[in-house]
């Protein structure tokens, strides 16, 4: 496969909503957003940023209304409190008024420059996940993530590469039609669990990881996990009843 960016006049969108989740992120929030409001312009004539700061204590929030002050095409929607990652991509999905939503995580681990590598594709497919293609974790997280990837491409009979990697392009219409119950880190599971489930395709192709350069990872913690395993087994239980009534 070809991971050169192409053309980006080549393939533009009609509209397009980028938001990204920040618990904590006040170092990468600002260039993060400036970098999405170089390349939405690139891609499309109308665009919206959307920030949503899920609780951040550490200044995060003031940095974002400010530049939501700065830019008019950002906004920011602020959870009072932390609601986790779930919460946090719910809202973003659901504030979303575009015909196309890009999602990335708010600490800067992926480059918003390859969005133009999704476009190819959102034309024949609804939903573009995009996978790691060298995951700068360590060797127990990357153990983890393979044993709970396995688990739930299992579970949802999904067989993606990598169902939790922070860069995918949505059609919004498809949140019209599914529900969105997980706060914590299934919500990436759910909402392709559900869409599949509704017959939308999914393509996928690589994008590159880098390490975090500040703020603190908390997608290991263990109440992330627990709270992960005890959304899996609801979701798989709802899901069970509806194909078996
Ligand atoms: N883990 C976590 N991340 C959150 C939460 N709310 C928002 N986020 C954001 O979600 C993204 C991913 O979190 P991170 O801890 O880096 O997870 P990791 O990349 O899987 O290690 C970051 O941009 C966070 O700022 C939350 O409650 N928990
Ligand atoms: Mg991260």
Known sequence: MDYSIPEITEHRLSSL?????????KETVRPLTEKCLAIAAQICDDFEII?????????????????????RAVRVIHHPQ?????????????????????YTDGDGQFDVNEIPLLLPFIAQYDIVSAYRLRRQDNILRKLNAFCWS??????????????DCAFKLYKRHIFDHIDMVSTGALIDAEILARAKRKGYTIAQIGVHHYPRTAGKATGANINVILKAFRELFKLRKEILRKEIS
């Open 51 to 71: 920030l949503v700061d899920d609780g951040s204590t550490d200044g995060t929030a003031e940095t974002a209304d400010q530049l939501a002050a700065e830019y």
């Open 150 to 163: 396995k688990l739930v491409n299992t579970l949802f009979d999904l067989h993606l590469k990598d169902i």
């Open 82 to 102: 932390n609601r986790g990652y779930g919460a946090a991509l719910q809202s973003g999905f659901r504030a979303a008024g575009k015909d196309y939503i890009f």
């Open 17 to 25: 909503s980028i938001f990204f989740p920040c618990f904590n992120e």
